[in-house]
């Protein structure tokens, strides 16, 4: 915007002007053959009362859009987000799940500390700093080997410590829900929650044990110091008597699982779920754009499988908007 005092000066030098040449024209008659003429002339109040709207008008605009006094506007780097206004973006997301010992204890006895992996797909429908982002993941509950584990608050006993081996894996469909607050232009920290729904396929193997020697195939260390390998049949071998770990007189009713029993789904009357619930609360992190196509998040959050920390990068659907053409000035 001009200086609001140019405009006032000119007016006033141009009055000046206009009274001297009025106040001579008085003193001389005017000339026979002299066209009428009329002269225009503005008030240097209305001029300034014209600047000073303008200038109001402008300061309003940019109370109301802030990235209207950017002189980014309009290009690949005005991130700005106008109020009530939708934005899209799709994209992809990594997290990374630890399933502490620690927390497995809860439930079971020995075990060891699991890392999961999560890929998956994501649409971020956002408005007025809120964040609703649809997803579709899988997500890996391997554990890379065999693992030995002891039911909770049971004797220990070779008939009460069994050996996992799991290649789970499963699909899943969440929806993330996210409040951002700024906290530098290009920066917003995040706070929310994630539900969601997941189908599990793959084989999960139970094994029955009996107490062996550290140098039998197979064999695990438990953590009161005893080996244990897989039961490879019913009562056979060194497992074979009563409480050696491998008669089903040392186990509840139930299948015999031995020799790699694969236990079954819910709907094949097994153990294993075939639908397992993601629920994450709470969830942080920081949303950073850079650009007005693409954002990027760092989170972190505690689900029901333990601490989970990830990224995820977003192409928006937003097109720069034109900047329009200036005017050349009227002289």
């Known amino acids: 915007m001009r200086n609001g ?3 006032l000066g000119a007016a006033l030098a141009l009055a000046v002007v206009t ?16 066209a009428d003429a009329s002269v225009s002339v503005t008030t240097p109040g209305a001029t300034a009362t014209a600047d000073a709207s303008t200038k109001k008008a402008t300061e309003a605009a940019i109370v109301v859009n802030p990235g209207a006094a950017d002189p980014n506007a309009g290009t690949s780097t005005d991130v700005f987000e106008k109020a009530s206004k939708s934005y899209y973006f799709i994209g992809a997301r990594y997290r990374g799940t630890i399933i502490p010992q620690a927390f497995e204890n809860i439930f079971v ?10 890929a998956g797909l994501e649409v971020d429908i956002r408005k007025d700093n809120f964040s609703i982002i649809p997803a579709v993941s899988y997500t890996s509950y391997g554990t890379g080997g065999n693992v030995l584990f002891l039911q909770k608050n049971e004797q220990d006993v070779a008939g009460n410590w069994s050996i996992v081996n799991s290649d789970l894996g499963a699909i899943y469909l969440t929806a993330d829900l996210l409040w951002s607050a700024k ?15 997941g189908v599990l396929f793959g084989s999960l193997q139970q094994n029955w044990v009996y107490a062996t020697s550290a140098n039998t195939p197979g064999a695990l260390p438990g953590n009161n110091g005893v080996y244990y390998a897989p039961c490879p049949n019913i009562n056979t071998g060194p497992t074979s008597g009563p409480g050696a770990g491998c008669s089903p007189s ?11 029993y694969v236990d079954p789904f819910w709907t094949g009357g097994g153990s294993v779920p075939n639908i397992f619930p993601h629920i994450s609360i709470p ?29 995820s990068a977003d192409y928006g659907l937003e097109q720069p908007e034109k900047k329009a053409l200036e005017q050349p000035e009227k002289k």
Do not use: C
């Open 5 to 7: 005092s140019a405009p």
């Open 19 to 34: 009274g001297t040449q009025v106040a001579k024209a008085a003193d001389t008659p005017p000339p026979p053959a002299a």
């Open 109 to 118: 006895s020995g075990g060891k500390t699991f890392y999961s992996n999560t």
């Open 183 to 197: 906290v530098a232009p290009n920066v917003d920290f995040e706070y929310g929650f994630g539900v969601g729904l």
């Open 250 to 260: 040392d186990h509840s009713s139930g299948p015999a699982k031995v020799g790699g």
């Open 283 to 311: 969830q942080l992190g920081l949303r950073f754009k850079f650009l007005k196509q693409l954002e990027a998040r760092f989170g972190v959050g505690f689900s029901i499988t333990g601490f989970w920390f990830g990224f």
